[in-house]
Nanobody, 123 residues
Framework: QVHLVESGGRLVQAGGSLRLSCAAS????????MGWFRQAPGKEREFVTA????????DYADSVKGRFTVSRDNAKNTVYLQMNSLKPEDTAVYYC????????????????WGQGTQVTVSS
């Protein structure tokens, strides 16, 4: 079992930066791939980024490449999402998720989810 809690979301101006954190409980954290997804009002939840259990591999949605960076600290059971050059279209609830095995963009493959944290980017 993996329990996830996101934090760090807030209101920020366009062009600004935020770092989201996702703290995990459970000894399995170093064995799971982690993903970040987001859901804007009236839209489906979408893939943002994912990182392998070791941190050695990652993947990004085209919309965030070059602006967002995912990382993890297995000693702290935490995964991070550094978001730079934020745009109003980045406004959404951001969720972290965990799965055993390889990282994937497919949200249906993630078994464990946090409650989400709101990111609002003003223009």
């Amino acid at each position: 079992q993996v329990h996830l809690v996101e934090s760090g979301g807030r209101l920020v101006q366009a062009g600004g930066s935020l770092r989201l954190s996702c703290a995990a409980s459970g000894r399995a954290f170093s064995s799971v791939a982690m993903g970040w997804f987001r859901q804007a009002p009236g839209k489906e939840r979408e893939f943002v980024t994912a990182i392998s259990w070791s941190g050695g591999s990652s993947d990004y949605a085209d919309s965030v490449k070059g602006r967002f960076t995912v990382s993890r600290d297995n000693a702290k059971n935490t995964v991070y999402l550094q978001m730079n050059s934020l745009k109003p279209e980045d406004t959404a609830v951001y969720y972290c998720a965990a799965k055993f095995g390889l990282l994937t963009k497919d949200l249906t493959r993630y078994a464990y989810w946090g409650q989400g944290t709101q990111v609002t980017v003003s223009s």
